[in-house]
Nanobody
Framework: VQLQASGGGLVQAGGSLRLSCAAS????????MRWYRQVPGKQRDLVAV???????NYADSVKGRFTISRDDAKNTVFLQMNSLKPEDTAVYYC???????????????WGQGTEVTVSS
């Protein structure tokens, strides 16, 4: 199983970006999917989470600006980021709990990270 993240880039404050993370490989089911972000020298922080039923939760710092969603037909999770601020600058990582076969348990997988830079 692999997760491929994309969509990062350079944007001015107040702008928008949409991140995508597609899972591929041997996949029976995808449970919870998450987006994290990390600034160099700091810990990786949870940004948003969406479970298999579509319930979502967000870090306080992004509530009202970011929206997480998923397309299960495409094994993809998205993060729509609006009203971006310089403090949103980070490398964004996706994470997914994936069951490869019916008899497997969920395992956690990470994408490679996509860099977001917000200029003031």
């Amino acid at each position: 199983v692999q997760l491929q993240a994309s969509g990062g880039g350079l944007v001015q404050a107040g702008g928008s970006l949409r991140l995508s993370c597609a899972a591929s490989g041997n996949i029976f089911a995808i449970n919870t999917m998450r987006w994290y972000r990390q600034v160099p020298g700091k810990q990786r922080d949870l940004v948003a989470v969406i479970d298999s039923l579509g319930a979502t939760n967000y870090a306080d710092s992004v509530k009202g600006r970011f929206t997480i969603s998923r397309d299960d037909a495409k094994n993809t999770v998205f993060l729509q980021m609006n009203s971006l601020k310089p403090e949103d600058t980070a490398v964004y990582y996706c994470n997914a709990r994936i069951r490869a076969t019916l008899s497997d348990i969920d395992n956690g997988y990470w994408g490679q990270g996509t860099e977001v830079t917000v200029s003031s």
